[in-house]
Nanobody
Framework: QVHLVESGGGLAQAGGSLRLSCAAS????????MGWFRQAPGKEREFVAA????????YYSDSVKGRFTISRDAGKNMVYLQMNSLKPEDTAVYYC?????????????????WGQGTQVTVSS
């Protein structure tokens, strides 16, 4: 079992920044890919970014590329999402997830464990 807890959400103005954190506990393996997804009201959950456990590979959705940065601290079992140049359309609940297969999938169904989510609201 892997337990994930997100933190760092809140309210930001357009153009501002927020940093999300995800603390992983339980059975954490170096082959896991860790991802961030988001879900806005009335919309499907969408991929935001993913990173492998040693940080050598990372992927981003086109909508956040160049604005968001995913990183990890393996020693602390932490994953972060630095969000800059925020836009109102970034408003959503953000979820941290773990993919055991280690393929770096962009599909939520491929992720095995999820956190409870943290709300990010960007005002215009």
């Amino acid at each position: 079992q892997v337990h994930l807890v997100e933190s760092g959400g809140g309210l930001a103005q357009a153009g501002g920044s927020l940093r999300l954190s995800c603390a992983a506990s339980g059975r954490t393996y170096s082959t896991y890919f860790m991802g961030w997804f988001r879900q806005a009201p009335g919309k499907e959950r969408e991929f935001v970014a993913a990173i492998n456990w040693n940080g050598e590979r990372s992927y981003y959705s086109d909508s956040v590329k160049g604005r968001f940065t995913i990183s990890r601290d393996a020693g602390k079992n932490m994953v972060y999402l630095q969000m800059n140049s925020l836009k109102p359309e970034d408003t959503a609940v953000y979820y941290c997830a773990a993919e055991l297969r280690g393929s770096g999938s962009v599909y939520s169904n491929d992720y095995n464990y999820w956190g409870q989510g943290t709300q990010v609201t960007v005002s215009s």
